[in-house]
Every structure is written in C-alpha cells, then in structure tokens.
C-alpha cells in the first residue's frame, strides 16, 4: 500500500485528505491503486516525523512544523541524506516531505501554488492545457512559459505587493521575485519587512510601512495578502484604486485566508468594476495540492476531479 499522510497540530478539519483522494482517484502506483491518507496529528514534532521515516512515502506538513520540518531537513542535508532546493532553502520553511533516492526532499508548495495561481490568473485555462502536455512536469514548464511572456503583458517590470511576512507571506515574496515581478514587502511591524529584504539581497525586496498599503496597492500590479485580518483600509477603496497602471495589464489581487476572506462581496466587487482579477484563498489552497501531487507521488493530478472536491 502506498501511505501518504498530513503532519500537523490540530489538523482534524484539513481539507488535505479530500483534495489528495481526489487527485489519486483511479491512478495506480507500482504496487497497484491501494493508498492511504492519514491525519498525523499531535503536538510532538519529532513524534510524527519518525513515523513519517518508518510508514510513509510522502507527508504534508502544516502549522505549526513547517520550520521545524525545513531544519529537520537542513541537518539531514549536512549529512548528506536531504535535499533542498533553492526556493524552499529562501522561504525556510517546508510543507511537504518526500523521500527520494538522494534522501528526504523539502518541498513548498506554497510556492509553487502561488506561480500557478498567478499564472492562471493571466492566462485562464494554462493549468489544464498544461497538465494535458507535460502530465506531472507541468509546473516546471508553467514557470518556465510564465518568465519567458513577462516582457509581452508589460511595457515595464510589474510591481507585486506582498501584505504580510508570516510564513505565507515568505512564500508569497519569492514566488512573486522568482516570476519577475519587483517586490515590496509590507508587514505590520516594518522591521519584519527589512529582516527579509536584508536576507535575500538578490531579490531586492523593498519594505514598505503599512501605513502605506492604500497608495501601494493603486501602484502595484500583483497584490498578495497573506495577513489574517482584514485592515481598515479595504472598506475604503473604490473601484478606481483597482484599476491597471497605464499599458499595463489588469490587476490581480490574490489573498491567502479562505475561511475569512479580508477582501469581501462588497470589495471583491469593486475589483471586478476595474476589470480587476480576484484570487480567493481556496484557489491557493487547490493549486497548493495540485502542484504538491506531483512531487508526492510521481502522477499527473486530475484537476477537474480536485476542483469538484473543493466545491464539494
């Protein structure tokens, strides 16, 4: 039997199950079509990491171990029996664990869902067509074809807003630099904005007070918001503060809280008077699961299936 399973504390309400038996539905490993799913739930990390070692093939990890799951990795890496790659090592921090013939692999997907939101968000219908061409590679490709357009959708380098500089906001930081957009981070203590920027100078991270978010957002073409609450500021914008910049191209909101969306009816329709695209955190949940698939089992997601899940 193929085991996979969701690391985490508390983690009862996961949707991480649904998506994954929705993706797995009537594929086949090696060993036939037989899998499970687990909840690993406990408050001991270490715990839970040791049965992932001895039952499982891959895990997702959640709050509150992906740092501790990225520094578990980091020192099997020193001893040659982890891998890293470049994105997660610059958002330290890992939500998915797979163990490969090099050792176990840190992966984030909350970058790689991020990329593919994005990209789907400029180019509606890229992630079926995509999938249907390059099966479990299609997300190397995506963000290969994403970097490659960028010069074709704008006259000038576009600008991305990040809100936010919790893990989520880390995540949000790389992929938008990684795709090519200049960055600003904006945090409710700025000094957490600057710590990111100083870390990661090859970026060239600008960190803005939040005393500035109304004005940055009217700037910015891409705007991710990753904090938990909504600030003051939302009910106060108008359609206007939403429209694109210039030749630029339409601007994209995206926000990372599907429970308690911060951008709600009323905003979400001002975006929409501007021609503007919304992103809703359950989006970033589903691209999340759709790109981590691949790197846990091998297999091409059915996203059709995973979306009808999420609707449920």
């Given amino acids: 039997m193929a085991r996979y399973g969701l690391i985490g504390d508390p983690i009862a309400t996961s949707k991480s199950p649904l998506l994954f038996e929705a ?4 594929q086949e490993q090696p060993d036939g079509n037989a899998y499970s799913y687990d909840l690993i739930e406990g408050a001991d990390f270490e715990a839970s990491f040791r ?4 039952e499982y093939i891959a895990v997702n990890v959640t709050a509150p171990f992906k740092e501790q799951a990225y520094a578990k990795v980091e020192g099997l890496a020193e001893l040659g029996k982890g891998v890293i790659s470049g994105p997660v090592a610059r958002i330290g921090a ?21 990329v593919a939101a994005i990209a789907e968000a400029y180019y509606p219908g890229i992630i079926e067509e995509f999938i249907k061409e390059y099966g479990e590679r299609f ?8 970097l490659m357009s960028l010069s074709r959708r704008f006259y000038q380098q576009p600008q991305a807003l990040i809100v936010g500089c919790g893990g989520a906001g880390r995540a949000a930081a790389v992929a938008a630099a990684e795709l090519g957009f200049g960055t600003v981070l904006m945090n409710r203590t700025i000094e957490k904005a600057q710590a990111i920027a100083e870390a990661m100078p090859e970026y060239e991270f600008f960190a803005d007070p939040i005393t500035d978010f109304k004005e940055a957002v009217k700037e910015c073409d891409l705007v991710i918001y990753t904090l938990p609450v909504a600030l003051p500021e939302i009910e106060e914008f108008s359609a206007d503060d939403f429209a694109k910049k210039g030749a630029c191209d339409n601007k994209v909101i995206m926000e ?23 992103i809703p955190g359950d989006r970033w949940l589903l691209y999340q699961a759709l790109t981590g698939y691949p790197f846990m089992t091998g297999l091409t997601p059915d996203l ?3 979306e009808a899940a999420l609707k449920g």
């Fill in 23 to 26: 993706a797995y539905k009537g």
């Fill in 94 to 114: 890992t939500n998915l664990l797979v163990k490969t013939s090099e050792g176990i692999a840190a992966h984030n997907s909350d970058f790689t869902g991020i």
């Fill in 51 to 54: 049965k992932f070692e001895e």
């Fill in 304 to 306: 059709k299936a995973m």
């Fill in 139 to 146: 997300f190397i490709k995506l963000h290969q074809f994403f």
């Fill in 256 to 278: 990372a809280n599907y429970k308690n969306p911060s951008f709600d009816e009323i905003a979400r329709a001002k975006i929409a008077a501007a021609d503007g695209i919304y």
